[in-house]
Nanobody, 125 residues
Framework: QVQLVESGGGLVQAGDSLRLSCTAS????????TGWFRQAPGKEREFVAG??????????DYGESVKGRFTISRDNAKNTVYLQMNSLKPEDTAVYYC????????????????WGQGTQVTVSS
């Protein structure tokens, strides 16, 4: 079992930055593919970013809407995956979820087994 806890969300203005954290317990995150998803009211869950197992090279993927603005990274010593979000836009407003899977890199939410409770990010214009 992997327990995931997100933190770092909040209310910011357009153009600001935020860093979300996803801290795991129960297992070592470097052995899992970890992804960030988001869901805005009335919309489907959207893939934001993912980083695969360390031993496979740590492949990184980004959703099209966040490429060039968001950066995913992992601190193995802290068993934590981060999502650095820069140049935030009002359309980035959503609940952000961290997820993990023992499978390889995937952008599909159904491929993830473990999920955190989510953290709210609100970007005002």
């Amino acid at each position: 079992q992997v327990q995931l806890v997100e933190s770092g969300g909040g209310l910011v203005q357009a153009g600001d930055s935020l860093r979300l954290s996803c801290t795991a317990s129960g297992r070592t995150l470097s052995s899992y593919t970890t992804g960030w998803f988001r869901q805005a009211p009335g919309k489907e869950r959207e893939f934001v970013a993912g980083i695969s197992w360390s031993w496979s090279g740590g492949r990184i993927d980004y959703g099209e809407s966040v490429k060039g603005r968001f950066t995913i990274s992992r601190d193995n010593a802290k068993n934590t995956v981060y999502l650095q979000m820069n140049s935030l836009k009002p359309e980035d407003t959503a609940v952000y979820y961290c997820a993990a899977t023992p499978r390889g890199a995937t952008t599909v939410s159904g491929g993830y087994v473990y999920w955190g409770q989510g953290t709210q990010v609100t970007v005002s214009s």
